[in-house]
């Protein structure tokens, strides 16, 4: 039987709709993550994440280095958005996330983009940091879907999401890859200035699981729909991974694909934190590595 994404049937009962209404509410007075700015982006205000009431994309093409799920044999169609609204000190991407490189992009824009990258082969649409666009990216889907676009939306986030938004997503986004940054409020607090983080991510992590489940992977070895979770090893322990992987494995599901990621490098601002002023040493990725094996978890990485 041939894959449908969940937003095709949204469409057509006329749901999708009412989303993007709902959705459109959340940016006049900003909630759409925990920190909860309240500033009203439709009036030009902006919050810690920088962003207005415009997309902006930074870029959008088939993407060869994500998981071979996502990439399989066409890649995957990124699509990366600018702002984002965790801001960690130590991000790779900190020239998009923060400052600010890429383009104002009208909803038509965004849905010509979806379709071009199905047209080249890719087998889903990646939104990279989506949180702070939520309304407008959904907002583009109904042109898409119009103009043909029949492809998974990959939900790429930081993992510092609002639960109420989540919850709208439901029925539309068909694989969500957030990461699980922390297990220690201190540390998300001194990189992240986010506290909370690691309270949000438990929740986030069961709703997401809630709403699509573990990762299913048709016979061509393509994700389709699912949870797939993002945990990147940094330096002295930072991210908690024992923590971390416990939990997915005991509260969340022993079969999640989890990608337990070794390229963290002291990119932007950590140069001045002296604990994640280094590359990771290989006995610190074979602890997580070590540490996932030890709660059962076997898929991903």
């Not at 930072?238 to 694909?257: G, M, Q």
Request: hydrophobic share 35%; glycine share 6%.
């Amino acid at each position: 039987m041939a894959f449908v994404p969940s937003y095709i049937n949204l469409y057509e009962k006329g749901e999708l709709n009412n989303r993007i209404h709902l959705l459109k509410e959340f940016i006049r007075e900003c909630r759409l993550c925990p920190r909860e700015c309240r500033v009203n982006r439709l009036n030009g205000e902006v919050g810690v994440c920088q962003a207005g009431a415009e997309l902006m994309v930074s870029n959008a093409f088939p993407h060869f280095g994500e998981e071979p799920p996502l990439v399989g044999y066409h890649g995957s169609g990124t699509i990366f958005l600018t702002h984002c609204n965790l801001r960690c000190i130590f991000c790779q991407n900190y020239d998009i996330s923060h400052l600010e490189s890429g383009e104002r992009t009208t909803f038509s824009d965004m849905a010509h983009i979806m379709v071009r990258l199905q047209e080249l082969g890719c087998h889903n649409i990646n939104f990279v940091t989506p949180t702070h666009y939520v309304p407008q990216i959904v907002a583009s889907l109904p042109e898409a879907v119009e103009k043909g676009l029949r492809l998974p939306i990959v939900y790429n986030c930081s993992g510092y999401e609002s639960i109420e938004v989540i919850r709208l997503l439901q029925g539309i986004v068909d694989i969500y890859m957030p990461d699980a940054k922390y297990m220690d409020e201190k540390y998300a607090k001194r990189f992240s200035n986010a506290p909370d983080y690691p309270e949000v991510i438990k929740g986030v992590l069961k709703e997401m699981h809630g709403q699509v489940g573990d990762l299913a992977i048709n016979a061509n070895g393509i994700a389709e729909r699912g949870l797939l979770i993002r945990h990147l090893v940094m330096p002295n322990k930072v991210t908690s991974s024992e923590a971390v992987l416990r939990f997915i494995a005991e509260e969340i599901s022993v079969h999640s694909y989890v990608n337990i990621m070794d390229q963290y490098r002291p990119e932007y601002q950590a140069h001045d934190y002296p604990e994640i002023n280094r590359r990771i040493t290989h006995q610190e990725y074979l602890e997580a590595i070590q540490w996932a094996k030890h709660y059962r978890l076997y898929r991903g990485f």
